[in-house]
């Protein structure tokens, strides 16, 4: 299945509002009550964000392997120096935050909260390293 920025719903949910699966909308409140919604995913242009600061870190030999996992609650995106390891980090999304603390977090090891925010931009930038001067 192709990337979109749209949320993911069953064909048949999409064709009983009458509309094709590229043109979902769905009521807020009606995805709310739902028997059975659909999981939280990472959307493209989040994807794009995470995966730009992995590849960094991979070419950086801090980083080797990465899991996604799409719950009813939240999206995970979890980071590991080795594979069959605890992730060193995990990145989360969480919706019933956002109008909180904020949907976003970055979770260390030790499942302390390292940044949360609103956007997920500036809770990734906690991977960015300070440069120091080195004098020789």
């Known amino acids: 299945m192709p990337m979109t920025d749209q949320p993911d719903f069953p064909r048949d949910e999409a064709h009983h509002h009458g509309q094709t699966t590229s043109e979902v909308v769905v009521d807020f409140h009606e995805y709310k009550q739902a028997k ?16 730009k600061v992995y590849g960094r870190m991979v070419g950086e030999g801090e980083w080797r392997d990465y899991a996604i996992d799409h719950a009813r609650d939240r999206a995970v995106f979890s980071v590991f120096k080795r594979a069959g390891e605890v992730p060193l980090y995990r990145i989360e999304k969480n919706p019933k935050l956002a109008a909180k603390q904020g949907a976003y977090s970055v979770v260390n090891a030790n499942g302390m909260i390292l940044k949360r ?12 390293k300070v440069l120091k001067l080195v004098e020789t």
């Open 36 to 51: 059975n919604p659909p999981p939280v995913t990472f959307h493209r242009r989040e994807l794009d964000q995470i995966l």
């Open 117 to 128: 925010g609103h956007e997920l931009g500036p809770v990734l930038k906690v991977f960015d």
